[in-house]
Antibody, heavy 121, light 108 residues
Framework: EVQLVQSGAEVKKPGESLRISCKAS????????ISWVRQMPGKGLEWMGR????????NYSPSFQGHVTISADKSISTAYLLWSSLKASDTAMYYC??????????????WGQGTMVTVSS | EIVLTQSPGTLSLSPGERATLSCRAS???????LAWYQQNLGQAPRLLIY???SRATGIPDRFSGSGSGTDFTLTISRLEPEDFAVYYC?????????FGQGTKVEIK
């Protein structure tokens, strides 16, 4: 079964660092890009950025550039989303999602279950 | 950056009725790169439509997508109870993806 399994919920304080993960299985990890999507409480979906796991090329939404880092470890088929200094406004659900290939217009066809990040003092 | 505007914000309909959701882009899109997603409460989004009009695997044929240029539509021909959810359009261009703000389809 093709799936993305994300790490569990996190509760952190402002200024702390955090890394959440997204483990892929059931397909060739290096053959499909992975994106991260934010959903703040009660709000819509926001595309944050994506990585090509084959070469770790990344690109980010201007809204998130410099605030987060996306990385991947192809040896363990896992993508990551990192913060060096969290803010209360980072409180949100974060989803990883796989981009289908060219034939599917790079739409997001497989989604992780989401990781809730709560930042509070 | 291309902005997607969805309308209406909320659509109140009864089961069995037809739903028509709109997604308008701030500039012309390649139809190939317009997708629609469904999100039920407390769940991850699910891909419905890609390439503006192609149904994703396992999506019932009551869901259809159409449109080109700046105007795109998602139609649900007859609403089933499980279709009451939030729907998002998404576009891909210049190595950036953006979502619309969503349309909630609620039970009238």
């Amino acid at each position: 079964e093709v799936q993305l399994v994300q790490s569990g919920a996190e509760v952190k304080k402002p200024g702390e660092s955090l890394r959440i993960s997204c483990k892929a299985s059931g397909y060739s990890f290096t053959s499909y890009w992975i994106s991260w999507v934010r959903q703040m409480p009660g709000k819509g979906l926001e595309w944050m950025g994506r990585i090509d796991p084959s070469d770790s090329y990344t690109n980010y939404s201007p809204s998130f550039q410099g605030h987060v880092t996306i990385s991947a470890d192809k040896s363990i088929s896992t993508a990551y989303l990192l913060w060096s200094s969290l803010k209360a406004s980072d409180t949100a659900m974060y989803y990883c999602a796989r981009h289908a290939g060219y034939s599917y217009s790079y739409a997001l066809d497989i989604w992780g279950q989401g990781t809730m990040v709560t930042v509070s003092s | 950056e291309i902005v997607l505007t969805q309308s209406p914000g909320t659509l109140s309909l009864s089961p069995g009725e037809r739903a028509t959701l709109s997604c308008r882009a701030s500039q012309s899109l390649s139809s190939s790169y317009l997708a629609w997603y469904q999100q039920n409460l407390g769940q991850a989004p699910r891909l419905l439509i890609y390439g503006a009009s192609s149904r994703a695997t396992g999506i019932p044929d009551r869901f259809s997508g159409s449109g080109s240029g700046t105007d795109f539509t998602l139609t649900i021909s007859r609403l089933e109870p499980e279709d009451f959810a939030v729907y998002y359009c998404q576009q891909y261009g210049s190595s950036l993806w953006t979502f619309g703000q969503g349309t909630k389809v609620e039970i009238k």
